[in-house]
C-alpha cells in the first residue's frame, strides 16, 4: 500500500451504501431533464458500472480493458467537472468546496497513473482498484449530497452550464 492510499485511507472514511443511495435520489429530484446534475449523475452511474466491472473482470487482458473503459468515463467526467463545475461553484460563494474537488480529482488521477503500473494478474492490482473506487465513491457522495446542490441552487446560467459540461465530456469521450 502506497503513502498515498494510507493518507486517503485516513482521511476519507467510508460512507454507507444507504447514505451514498441517499445522497443520490436527493440529488436527482433536484436535477431536471438533460440538465448538467442530470448529465453529472448519469457519468457517476458509469463510473460506478465501470469500477463494477473492473472488479468482475477475472482475466489480465479483462481487467485492463475494464480499467482502460473506467479511465475513459472517470477523466471525461473529472475534466468536465474541473473545466466548467468547479469554477461555477468557486464563483457561487463556494471556493473551498472547489478547492477541495479539485485536490481530490488529482489525486484520484494519481493513483489511476500509479495503477496502471500493477501488474493485473495479482493481489495488489484489486488492492489498488478498493482503495481508488472508496476514494471517488466518496467524492461522489460529497458532490451528490452537497456541492453540486449548492450550484444548482445558487450558480448562475444553468443552461450555459449544461452546454458546456456536455461539449467537454463529450470532447474526451467521443
Known sequence: ????????????????????????????????????????????????????????????????????????????????????????LAQAGEKIHAGHAYTEQTTAKMQMAEWENIAPSTPEWKDKLEHIEGAVLTHIYEEESSWFLKLKEKGEGQGHLTQRFREEFERYCR
Not at 442530470?38 to 469500477?51: C, E, Q, Y
Not at 487482458?61 to 477523466?75: G, I, P, Q
Request: glycine residues 4%; contains cysteine.
Open 1 to 88: 500500500m502506497s503513502v498515498i492510499d494510507k493518507v486517503l485511507g485516513a482521511v476519507t472514511p467510508p460512507v454507507s451504501e444507504e447514505k451514498r443511495a441517499e445522497a443520490t435520489a436527493k440529488a436527482r429530484a433536484a436535477a431536471g431533464a438533460g440538465d448538467w446534475l442530470s448529465l453529472a449523475l448519469d457519468h457517476h452511474d458509469l463510473i460506478r458500472a465501470a469500477f463494477e466491472t473492473c472488479r468482475q473482470a477475472e482475466t489480465a487482458a479483462d481487467r485492463k480493458a475494464a480499467m482502460k473503459t473506467l479511465a475513459t468515463v472517470l477523466n471525461g467526467h473529472s475534466l468536465a467537472e474541473e473545466v466548467v463545475l468547479y469554477p461555477a
